[in-house]
């Protein structure tokens, strides 16, 4: 989890307080054309047979590996699985990067090994400022892959990394992270559609 607070949550809260924090934030217009904007460049990079590769650090590294299993699996409908891989899976790279390279470098050094161009490689970070996500976007435009940012706080140092920007509310990482992970489950829903029937 991103060690940013924005906002102090230190305090004793009840149940109507944590509703409310979440309340409206899934109506800001933005989203709509952040995520449409997204899913035009993961179908488009799918049906060119390229692939998608996620990262993150901590709970957003577990929505990395669960968006990706939704595309490379099943989401809601039967069709071919989709070229989509997380780069937190392999402990030993990992390590070996961190180990010889240093921890900013873990995910930067997978996307020089796999990315191509025409790829998209999501990095989801509610800080926006993680330096090892930001170093994976740009070592995904060096590549000539799609950068996208799955940001929060408003948009931090990965936004200028990006070359889309999904920008999540202000506030402490579960609240960003539920919005990304309701985002990204609509990504996965409007590329499947795509796939399966078409524009």
């Known amino acids: ?7 102090d949550v230190r305090g004793r809260r009840g149940f109507d307080e944590l509703v409310a924090d979440r309340r409206g934030i899934f109506d800001a217009p933005h989203y709509r054309a ?16 390229k692939k998608v590769l ?3 650090n901590g709970g957003s590294a ?3 590996q669960h968006m990706a299993a939704e595309l490379s699996g099943r989401f809601l409908r039967e069709r071919p699985g989709l070229a989509s891989e997380a780069l937190s899976v392999n402990t030993s790279a990992i390590t070996a990067i ?10 930067a050094r997978q996307v020089e090994a796999f990315a191509q161009p025409g790829d998209v490689v999501i990095a989801l970070t509610t800080s926006g400022d993680s330096p ?10 060096q590549c000539a892959a799609v950068a996208v940012a799955f940001t929060g706080n408003g948009g931090g140092r990965i936004a200028a990394a990006a070359d889309l920007v999904l920008v999540g509310p202000d506030g402490y990482s ?26």
Request: a negative charge.
């Open 54 to 56: 996620w990262c993150g």
């Open 62 to 64: 577990a929505e990395a």
């Open 1 to 7: 989890m991103d060690s940013a607070v924005t906002k």
């Open 34 to 49: 952040q995520v449409e904007a997204i899913a035009d460049a993961v179908v488009r990079a799918l049906r060119a047979g």
């Open 132 to 141: 090892n996500v930001v170093h994976a976007l740009e070592s995904a435009r």
């Open 98 to 107: 961190g180990n010889d390279y240093g921890f900013d470098r873990v995910f």
């Open 174 to 199: 579960a609240i960003v992270q539920e919005v990304h992970q309701v985002m990204a489950h609509i990504l996965c829903d409007l590329v499947e559609q795509r796939i399966i029937f078409g524009d």
